[in-house]
């Protein structure tokens, strides 16, 4: 499938899950909220972040005193909860390789919340790509290049949006600047939730 955009080697497919489709997904989610709260991550600083977070799949991505990794086990011990089928499925149309993604990372921006340039670097093969979602308010997204000094660009995500981060966008830095508060009714008390499918392990 061709991308609307390709911007830095990130491939954007505009508006490429349905509203009937974002609604469901966001049912999806709050299963999974429940057997897997969304948490304020702390980073090795000690400083907090603004998002919340919480996972699903094999793998969560956790962060604390101790570093940034993956684990089996939430904080509490327990394990995930299951990538909700309607997020692999949106794997299977666009990742383009067969291999599943084991872990599913979900970001909960809400007014004010924004995330640094950075690079995903704590999966043990870069090769696979990155696959993500957004659903809710209007995003910032800034692309570079592999090197922190390289040139950005920026582009608004929209609820329903998809990006891939492969080949060359995979160690690519990227963040996002700030969200657009209360740009989409998708989500009643406003915000955007950023899905993230990836091969972790």
């Not at 899950?17 to 000690?46: C, H, I, N, T, W």
């Not at 904080?75 to 909700?84: A, K, L, M």
């Not at 995003?139 to 329903?160: E, I, P």
């Amino acid at each position: 499938m061709t991308p609307d955009l390709e911007i830095n080697g990130f491939k954007i497919y505009e508006r490429f899950l349905s509203l009937e489709a974002q609604e469901a997904m966001v049912g999806d989610l709050r299963d999974v909220a429940k057997r897997a709260p969304f948490r304020q991550p702390v980073v090795p600083s000690g400083k907090k972040m603004s998002v919340r977070m919480t996972a699903a799949g094999e793998f969560g991505w956790l962060t604390d005193g101790s570093g940034y990794r993956y684990s089996d086990l939430q904080p509490d011990g327990s394990g995930w909860p299951e990538i909700p089928d309607t997020f692999l499925q949106v794997w299977d149309a666009l990742s383009g390789v067969s291999r599943r993604p084991d872990s599913c990372l979900v970001n909960y921006y809400g007014e004010g919340a924004k995330m640094g340039m950075h690079q995903d670097r704590d999966e043990t093969d870069m090769g696979w790509p990155v696959v993500s979602l957004s659903l809710g308010d209007e995003a910032m997204f800034r692309m570079g290049g592999t090197n922190r000094s390289d040139k950005t660009k920026s582009v608004w995500l929209r609820s329903g949006d998809v990006v891939v981060m492969g080949g060359e966008a995979r160690l690519a830095y990227h963040g996002v600047d700030r969200i657009k508060f209360g740009t989409s009714p998708l989500l009643p008390k406003g915000g955007r939730l950023n899905v993230t499918l990836r091969v972790s392990q």
